[in-house]
């Protein structure tokens, strides 16, 4: 079964179209008086279900913005369970996590593990809940899960290269961080508002040089470490274009680096091929890729007392550097930096 036209339960709202049954179907109508004259009832349902009506609502509204569809009476972008919780009031979200963690009797099983955490993880959990650092919903097979949403950017270039993150500075030290540039959604925040916050934050040298050409989810769930039960991770990329040059501080690799050039590919095709030797041909292309990294510009972004390195890299590249294979390669790269440059 599925909704059909349920933002006239959240809104104002006029059809776009006409339903036509395909096949013998059974409908069961709600009237939007009768249904909030029924939450009434329990207060938490009640304050759960105006809650859940705002964030709708605000999705409607948001409709057609930052590369997502316009509304229609057969989906409104945006507004799976999952997404309207994480974008609700701290209160509410914890009404619903503590009730789903509750909602599961011991012993019982899913594909990714044993949902009933032990006493001491449950507690645990449920501390991050209080604390509003997690949020747990039972999803649509009447499951626990635990949520956590990532906003991406992906900025690409006519070549197909993109800006990626190749390494963080935080607390006077430089590591490698093979990444696009991302951060993971607030409470109460909408995936508009989470972009336009990773664009004003950590993309700031571009925050109004980007257009935004369409979005994508990518949605993985496995069994949490730390907490002992499903989690599923939201990744929600931007796919993006530059409309305009922009400016940031820029640097390039050191001496070391290049005079260590040997060495590192030396290790990094010993791992790569797993063979002691390496052909000529593969020894001279990887001695090429060196060459590149070491002459590629490399700008610094400042967020605060922190900051990012990044660079325009291929697909291929950023496979490497983001690999095991590449640990070793990125680790000199990044190493050879220095202290971040000025800003202009």
């Known amino acids: 079964g599925g909704w059909l036209a349920e ?11 006409k339903a036509v049954a395909s096949s013998p179907s059974q409908v069961l109508q709600i009237k939007p008086a009768g249904f909030f004259k029924s939450t009434q009832t329990f207060p938490d349902i009640h304050l759960t279900a105006c809650e859940y009506g705002r964030q709708y609502h605000r999705r409607i509204v948001a409709a ?9 009476d057969v989906a409104v972008p945006c507004t799976d369970w999952e997404d309207i919780v994480l974008s609700m009031d701290t209160e509410v979200q914890r009404i619903i996590s503590l009730a789903a963690v509750d909602s599961i009797p011991a012993g019982r099983h899913s594909g990714v593990g044993l949902l009933r955490p032990s006493q001491r993880n449950q507690t645990a959990l449920c501390e991050e809940i209080m604390s509003g650092k997690s949020i747990v919903v039972v999803n649509g097979q009447g499951l626990p899960e635990r949520i956590v949403s990532v906003v991406i950017m992906q900025v690409a270039r006519a070549d197909g290269r993109f800006l990626a993150q190749v390494g963080k500075y935080d607390n006077m030290r430089t590591v490698p961080a093979c990444e696009l540039p991302g951060l993971k959604r607030e409470s109460s925040e909408l995936l508009g ?15 109004d040089l980007v257009e935004v050409l369409w979005s994508e989810r990518v949605t993985t769930t496995k069994r949490s470490k730390q907490h002992k039960v499903p989690s599923k991770y939201l990744r929600d990329v931007f796919h993006c274009r530059l409309t305009s040059d922009f400016e940031a501080p820029t640097c390039t690799a050191l001496q070391p680096f290049t005079e260590h050039r040997m060495e590192v590919m ?58 095991a294979q590449g640990e070793h390669l990125a680790s000199m790269w990044v190493g050879s930096f220095g202290r971040p440059p000025s800003e202009v």
């Open 7 to 17: 933002a006239t339960l959240w809104a104002e709202w006029v059809h776009v179209g």
């Open 64 to 72: 057609g913005s930052n590369g997502t569809d316009l509304p229609t």
């Open 193 to 207: 508002d989470a972009l336009l916050r990773l664009r004003r934050t950590k993309m700031k040298p571009l925050a």
């Open 266 to 323: 030396m290790s990094d095709a010993d791992s790569i091929d797993a063979k002691p030797e390496i052909s000529e041909a593969a020894r001279q292309r990887l001695d090429r890729e060196l060459g590149e990294l070491a002459r590629r510009e490399v700008f610094f972004f400042r967020y605060g007392s922190k900051g990012a390195f990044y660079a325009w890299l291929s697909q291929q590249e950023f496979d490497l550097l983001s690999s």
